[in-house]
């Protein structure tokens, strides 16, 4: 079965601009979380979703939100873009309800901000 | 807060036995994960422990001392193809979500 789709996978911004990221879990899938990978903090967790609802939420500010539709596909959205959220956002689909399974990641989007 | 250690860096030869170790200190722990993630590439899941002790698949063995919180990831007969980041990942009770580690990139020398 396919895997966890995102897209684009390579973008540049300019400061200011706003940027959408898109994730299709794998089918079934309900929960995509959502992950900015930098080298010098490695993963950290944004956001949540699980049946159109915002589960979880980490600590990033109001510029980075997110929404689930009803085929489970996600997006997140960045506003104000600053040159310090060049990073890889990756997402992970998990079937939902508890985490004792494995999350499957996608290849994630490389955002660069210049 | 949550914090999760482990080493930035390891290098190690062919053939050889690497064990990475992370510890971490957080309240709510339910368990602990460990993905292997190549440049550029996707992390993919390589364990889950939840109760103490050793769990073995492969040449990759993990291993988890909840009242030390104390993991490791063991490799053994390293190859080439072994080279990459692995990320130590803890699952807390409540949350349907992963706090990571930032890593250990691992290189493996012919």
């Known amino acids: 079965k396919a895997g966890v789709t995102q897209t684009p996978r390579y973008l540049i911004k300019t400061r200011g601009q706003q940027v959408t990221l898109s994730c299709s879990p794998i089918s079934g899938h309900r929960s995509v979380s959502w992950y900015q990978q930098t080298p010098g903090q490695g993963l950290q967790f944004l956001f949540e979703y699980f049946s159109e609802t915002q589960r979880n939420k980490g600590n990033f500010p109001g510029r980075f939100s997110g929404r689930q539709f009803s085929n489970s596909r996600s997006e997140m959205n960045v506003s104000t873009l600053e040159l310090g959220d060049s990073a890889l956002y990756l997402c992970?689909?998990?079937?939902?309800?508890?985490?004792?399974?494995?999350?499957?990641f996608g290849q994630g989007t490389r955002l660069t901000v210049v | 807060g949550q914090n999760i250690d482990q080493p930035t860096e390891m290098t190690a030869t062919e053939g050889a036995i690497v064990q990475i170790n992370c510890t971490y200190q957080t309240s709510g722990f339910n368990g602990l994960f460990w993905y292997q993630q190549h440049a550029g590439e996707a992390p993919t899941f390589l364990s889950y422990?939840?109760?103490?002790g050793l769990e073995e698949k492969g040449r990759f063995s993990s291993f988890l001392s909840r009242s030390k919180g104390y993991s490791y990831l063991l490799l053994k007969e390293l190859q080439m193809k072994d080279s990459a980041s692995y990320l130590c990942a803890v699952h807390l009770r409540g949350y349907s979500t992963l706090t990571f580690g930032k890593g250990t990139m691992l290189l493996v020398s012919p």
């Open positions: 422990n939840v109760l103490d």
């Open positions: 992970a689909s998990s079937p939902g309800g508890a985490v004792d399974t494995e999350a499957f």
